[in-house]
């Protein structure tokens, strides 16, 4: 049987250990979920910044990296067959773009591209606080179809490390194409005597 594919993009928002997190859980869906990676010169400014992993050591974690430079490539195509993006963490520059349709990358373009053809895309958005020109962007974008999916903070699993937050947000994300996060804690009703 084919492979699912999922387009994974990183931007040069602050988040990585998210995105890290993200391609980590797919990875456990490997027999049937193919990852296609592209990433942005600033997620690599952000990468060396808040982690201590490598962009090598960042591209192993997918099936397929693509150049961002690279607007022929193959998720810059609506025949090239995905359930979708997810893009993780999302700048407001790459909101922006995505929201105007202005694809000057190879990320851009296959966002505009899973909108386009009407595919599921989550925007795993990140800026504190937000502007009035972000969450005019992230309401457009919300009317076109995408997820937006800012990485806010839940209480009600009771988390007790920042890894605990973080699975949850990546399993949250992965929960919109039907995959089992994990770590992902679902909310199952509250006990009738609290
Ligand atoms: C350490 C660091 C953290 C940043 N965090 C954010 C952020 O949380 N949100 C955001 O929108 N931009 C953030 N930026 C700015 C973006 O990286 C910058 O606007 C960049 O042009 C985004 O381009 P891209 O979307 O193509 O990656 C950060 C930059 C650096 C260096």
């Known amino acids: 049987m084919d492979k699912k594919r999922i387009v994974v ?31 942005t010169r600033g997620a690599q400014l952000t990468l060396s910044q808040e982690t201590g992993c490598t ?12 150049d961002n430079e690279n607007i022929g490539a ?4 609506g025949s090239f067959r995905t359930e979708g993006m997810i893009i993780v963490p999302c700048s407001m520059k790459t909101v922006a773009g995505i929201a105007s349709g202005y694809s000057d990358n190879l990320l851009l373009r296959a966002a505009d591209v899973t909108l386009k053809e009407r595919r599921r895309l989550v925007l ?3 800026e504190c606080p937000f502007g009035t020109i972000h969450l005019r962007n992230m309401y457009e974008l919300s009317r076109m179809g995408a997820v937006i ?39 199952e009703g509250m006990d009738e005597d609290r």
């Open 55 to 66: 962009a090598k050591e960042l591209e192993e974690l997918a099936d397929c990296v693509y």
């Open 124 to 126: 795993v958005t990140r």
């Open 74 to 77: 193959a998720p810059a195509s």
């Open 149 to 187: 999916l800012p990485p806010v903070l839940s209480f009600y699993n009771h988390p007790d490390s920042l890894e605990c937050c973080i699975r949850h947000i990546a399993g949250k994300a992965l929960d919109f194409f039907g995959l089992e996060g994990e770590g992902y804690a679902r909310w």
């Open 9 to 39: 993009g990183i931007s040069g928002a602050s988040g990585m250990p998210i995105a890290l997190e993200v391609l980590r859980q797919l990875r456990g869906h490997r027999e049937m979920w193919e990852t296609h990676l592209v990433y």
